[in-house]
C-alpha cells in the first residue's frame, strides 16, 4: 500500500493511492458505514498504532469504495490535495550520519565504528510540494536524499534480525542541512571540542521534506539495492544505492533501539550518498526545485524559497 497524510479543506487525514487517485479513507468509511471514521483514520501516527486492524480496515474499503460511482467524492487527483509529511507528528526523527562510504569520503571523514545518529524536531517536516525555507542567515543551504523507515511496532532492545518486524514501511526523505552553521571554522582540520552544530545545522524549519507516500514493507520488499537520485533543477546531483549502506537497516534499529523505546511513526533515515553540495557543488538557492526520487518509494519534489 502507498499511504499519505493530505489536507482538503483545511482538514487533515489519512489516504490511500489507488488506481482511481487518492481514496479519501475518512469518507469512505461514511459513505460505507454509515458513521464517522474513528480517530486513526484521520493520524498516520493513531494509523500505525491501530496495527493490522487498520491495514485490514483500508483493504475492506478500497473495495468497497471502487464499487461507489463519482458522487460522493472519494477520490482525488494529486494536484486536488495538500500533501503533507506522511507522518505529520513523528515523535522521533533518527538520522544516521556518515552511513554512505563515499559521502563520507567528500566530506573528509570516516565511516564510525558504530552507528552516529543525531535528531531533528517536528518543525523540520515537511511534504511533497511544499517549500523549503532557505533562512536570512544561511547561504550554504545543502541536500541529502535518504531512505527513510517508518516504525510500525513499539520496540526496545530490538535484534538487527528481528527488525523488520518493526517497519511498518518507507518513505523518501531530504536531510537539509545548513553547513555554515553545521560545520565550525576549520572544520574538519581543527577539530571543535564539542563537536558539529546538529542543531542549528540540520533542524531549522523545513530541513526534512518527506513523502509522498508511506510505501508499506510489502510493497517494497528488499531494501537492498534500491536506486536513490536527487536533481536540483533537471540536474543530477546524487545517484547512489542502498546496497551502499555501510551499516544495514537491522543494525541500525539494533544500535538505536537498545535503551530507546521506538514508537509506531518514529522515523530513521538512514544516510546519503555522495554528491552533496558542501563537496564542491553549488548550493540550494531561491527557486531552486529538488526532485528527490527512490525506486519502489516515490519521487520527492519541493522547492526553494528565500526568507522575507
Not at 507516500?213 to 540536474?235: I, Q, S, W
Request: proline share 7%; net charge neutral; charged share 25%.
Amino acid at each position: 500500500m502507498k499511504l499519505l497524510s493530505f489536507e482538503k479543506y483545511g482538514d487533515r487525514r489519512v489516504g490511500l493511492l489507488t488506481d482511481k487517485g487518492i481514496l479519501d479513507l475518512p469518507s469512505a468509511y461514511k459513505l460505507v458505514y454509515g458513521e464517522d471514521a474513528p480517530r486513526w483514520l484521520y493520524s498516520m501516527r493513531s494509523f500505525l498504532t491501530a496495527g493490522e486492524e487498520s491495514t485490514r480496515l483500508v483493504e475492506k474499503l478500497s473495495k468497497k469504495a471502487a464499487q461507489y460511482g463519482e458522487w460522493p467524492p472519494l477520490y482525488y487527483k494529486e494536484s486536488e490535495i495538500t500533501f503533507k509529511p506522511p507522518v505529520p507528528d513523528a515523535r522521533k526523527i533518527l538520522c544516521v550520519a556518515a552511513n554512505y562510504v563515499m559521502h563520507g569520503q567528500e566530506m573528509k571523514i570516516t565511516v564510525p565504528e558504530k552507528p552516529y545518529f543525531f535528531g531533528k524536531f517536528g518543525n523540520t517536516l515537511i511534504g511533497h510540494g511544499e517549500n523549503i525555507v532557505i533562512p536570512r542567515t544561511s547561504t550554504m543551504v545543502d541536500y541529502e536524499i535518504e531512505l527513510a523507515v517508518v516504525i510500525g511496532k513499539k520496540g526496545k532492545y530490538i535484534p538487527a534480525k528481528q527488525a523488520e518486524e518493526y517497519i511498518a514501511g518507507y518513505m523518501v526523505f531530504n536531510d537539509v542541512s545548513f553547513r555554515d552553521k553545521q560545520l565550525p571554522p576549520g572544520w574538519p582540520e581543527k577539530l571543535n571540542p564539542f563537536g558539529q552544530n546538529w542543531i542549528l545545522g540540520k533542524s531549522l524549519d523545513t530541513a526534512a521534506p518527506c513523502g509522498p507516500y508511506l510505501v508499506t514493507r510489502d510493497e517494497v520488499g528488499t531494501p537492498y539495492p534500491l536506486r536513490l537520485v536527487l536533481k536540483v533543477n533537471g540536474e543530477v546531483r546524487q545517484n547512489g544505492s542502498t546496497d551502499e549502506m555501510f551499516f544495514k537497516i537491522g543494525e541500525l534499529i539494533e544500535y538505536i533501539s537498545d535503551g530507546l523505546t521506538l514508537e509506531p511513526g518514529d522515523i530513521i533515515a538512514t544516510g546519503t550518498p555522495a554528491g552533496v553540495a558542501a563537496a564542491g557543488k553549488q548550493y540550494l538557492k531561491d527557486g531552486d526545485l529538488i526532485e528527490a526520487e527512490i525506486e519502489k518509494v516515490g519521487l520527492l519534489k519541493n522547492r526553494c524559497v528565500k526568507e522575507t
